[in-house]
């Protein structure tokens, strides 16, 4: 839906009636932020189900002689609670 354009009368969007939690988790690299960020979802995914989303928080550095040596990323990642059934 672009903005500005009205749906018509009884169309509101859908929404999701998720709930998720949200837990912290740090991915590094020395190959730069993206692959940090990737590392820490591939390792989150072995654990937990259904992740949905991540934001990333912090992201620092360490430096070896004047240079960028590795990465580290901070990430709220989002993950779907289970319906009980």
Known sequence: MTQGTPLPRGREP???????????????????VDQAVRNAITRAS???RKLDWFEVTQVRGQIEDGQVA????????????EESD
């Open 46 to 48: 072995q654990t937990l």
């Open 70 to 81: 590795h990465w580290q990323v901070g990430l709220k990642l989002g993950f779907r609670l």
């Open 14 to 32: 859908r929404m999701s009636n998720h709930t998720y939690r949200v837990t912290e988790v740090v991915g590094t690299s020395p190959d730069g």
